[in-house]
């Protein structure tokens, strides 16, 4: 339905609303829309994807299943990399940075195109058995919907931003039957920060996914019910965090250094084979790698990891030996981010997030093993899975607050509140230590965009550097004489004039104060040229310069205006007053 059409459809609607619903209500109103559409779209990927593996499993006899492990993600992967080529033009944003890129950069406008592009590829991709998490594509598709239906409806700058932290919210309350924890990750991953009236729409549509999740049946995939923790095993709980803290500083590294070298790879054909072959080897060797894992996490709080070699070519030594059991979910543990790396950079699409809360698990249950196996404390097993899924998610994704009501949540482990507390808190700081940007962060930081990092960042980075380059300064040839620059001199109302050659390249600038003495030299108005009277720019800005470096250039310069310049052409200049009436708007606007 074509977009204008819709808004005439409309018309008579938002009318009405203007002139009998208030603003605040009307913002109630649709963030509980935001809030039912992101759970059916949560309900529909998470069964969907379950159905087709169930089906997917039973299809191949058992003796070919190791086989069709193999043989599974990379199918998977190619049909993402089509639907991707042939239906979305060849372009698909992965992941929580693009939609951070979208409140900072883009006023909060989230392509339409995300609407249902996230769901599509994820199902593709984790249905087959690709190594990476749904809750990224859902959170993404929830924060399409936000800031549509806010377009659609008319609702401010503002507000149209914070549907789209109701829609992340609603998602990952859907994914987990988990309201409180769909909230904080909103406001610590998606928001950079929110007034307290604010956080009301966000409960409220995180609520609203949660109610259409339960009433579907989709439940929360972990279940644990515990009583208590023993005080005597804090230390343990520390040096658990210092544990997952190593694991996330880990993932985040591997992470990154993946994305650059699929980046330097040419050739769609090759990343599918390539990456797909590479794939399918891991999981053939380690099966545990293959889709999301919950199953496996499942398996571990049920007290049978022992699963943990079944259809692997480990399983004929599942009774024998407990360090082969600790082997193999060392090798997973460390793998599932190769694992995930891989599936996305081969073309398939998936997150982090479920690939951390796996990881964790399976760091929780080998840390606990271990000391129980040393004879020094006994450690609960089921507790120290839980705390570890907790801890290296507050590393990953820097959201401890997220990850300790997420797991406390999920699993029915409010009693470890203390516990998990310590773990999530403790892995966060070091993580922090290590690595200052999350995974969703991390490279949006290396373009300048800052959403969590302050306050005066963040809201720099939101400004459009182009917007503020002033064009009306007269530029100047550098062959014209100081007659002519006199002339032009007494017409202009600016001190900076921009020397110009006939190829548009900038080759200085004059200063009406430091040719003031030149001026009154009339006897050379014909022998002297701009060329002989121009400076260097103490400093060229380029587009693509943060508002923050450019202003820090101005301070350490003691200029007041520079010119802008792309690939050495003139555009204009950029002047500092104008970057802080710009900032001070936007510092308004985000405290109305």
Not at 325 to 336: N, P, Q
Not at 501 to 530: C, K, P, W
Request: proline share 5%; hydrophobic share 50%.
């Amino acid at each position: 339905m074509p977009k204008n059409y819709l808004h005439r459809l409309l018309r008579p609607l938002l009318m009405w609303r203007l002139r009998h619903i208030n603003d605040r209500v009307y913002l109630l109103l649709v963030s509980v829309l935001v809030g039912a559409l992101a759970g059916l779209a949560a309900v529909a990927i998470k069964t969907s994807v379950h159905e087709v593996q169930t089906l997917l499993y039973a299809w191949v006899p058992e003796q070919d299943r190791v086989f069709a492990l193999f043989l599974y993600p990379i199918i998977g992967i190619a049909l993402t990399v089509i639907f991707t080529r042939y239906f979305l033009g060849g372009t698909l944003s992965r992941g929580i940075g693009p939609i951070i890129y979208n409140i900072a950069r883009q006023s909060s406008v989230v392509p339409r195109s995300k609407l249902y592009s996230q769901l599509v590829t994820s199902f593709l991709t984790v249905a087959f058995g690709g190594s990476a998490g749904l809750e990224a594509p859902i959170s993404v598709t929830g924060s399409a919907l936000g800031s549509n239906l806010g377009r659609i409806l008319r609702v401010g700058q503002r507000e149209r931003r914070l549907l789209v932290g109701c829609g992340a919210a609603a998602g990952v309350a859907a994914i987990f039957n988990s309201p409180i924890a769909g909230v904080l990750f909103a406001v610590e991953v998606i928001l950079s920060e929110l007034s307290a009236p604010f956080f009301i729409p966000l409960l409220i549509s995180s609520a609203t996914a949660t109610v259409v999740s339960k009433a579907l049946y989709a439940g929360q995939p972990f279940v644990l019910i515990t009583n208590s923790w023993p005080v005597e095993g804090i230390p343990f709980y520390l040096l658990l965090g210092l544990f997952t803290a190593l694991l996330s500083v880990y993932m985040i590294r591997v992470y990154f250094w993946s994305d650059r070298v699929f980046e330097r790879w040419h050739g769609t054909f090759r990343k599918v084979v390539l990456g797909g072959f590479g794939l399918g080897i891991m999981v053939f060797l380690f099966p545990p790698l293959y889709g999301e894992g919950y199953n496996i996490v499942q398996l571990l709080l049920s007290g049978q990891p022992e699963h943990l070699v079944d259809n692997s070519i480990f399983s004929v030594y599942r009774d024998e030996n407990v360090w082969t059991l600790l082997l193999v979910a060392a090798a997973s543990m460390l793998l599932k981010v190769f694992a995930t790396c891989v599936t996305v950079g081969a073309g398939g699409n998936g997150g982090m997030f479920g690939s951390s809360l796996f990881a964790g698990a399976l760091m929780g249950f080998i840390a606990a093993r271990l000391i129980n196996l040393s004879g020094v404390y006994p450690i609960s097993e089921v507790h120290f899975i839980v705390l570890g899924m907790a801890g290296t998610l507050a590393g990953v994704i820097h959201a401890p607050l997220t990850a300790i009501f997420l797991i406390a949540e999920i699993t029915g482990g409010y009693a470890l509140f203390v516990p998990l507390m310590v773990v999530s808190s403790s892995s966060y700081l070091i993580t922090k230590y290590f690595e200052p940007y999350s995974v969703y962060t991390r490279k949006l930081v290396t373009r300048g965009v800052y959403m969590h990092a302050d306050r005066d960042r963040g809201l720099l980075s939101q400004l459009d550097p182009l917007s503020l380059v002033q064009t009306d300064y007269v530029p100047v040839h550098p062959d014209s004489t100081l007659g002519e620059l006199v002339t032009i001199f007494r017409h202009a109302h600016r001190n900076l004039f921009p020397v110009v050659d006939d190829m548009g390249q900038l080759a200085g600038i004059v200063s009406l104060d430091t040719v003031r003495d030149a001026l009154f030299d009339d006897e050379h108005y014909n022998t002297t040229r701009v060329r002989d009277l121009m400076m260097p720019p103490p400093a060229i800005v380029n587009p693509d310069d943060t508002m923050l470096d450019t202003l820090r250039c101005m301070e350490q310069l003691n200029v007041y205006a520079l010119p802008v310049a792309s690939n050495g052409r003139y555009i204009g200049f950029i002047r500092k007053s104008a970057i802080l009436s710009s900032y001070r708007r936007q510092l308004l606007k985000e405290t109305e």
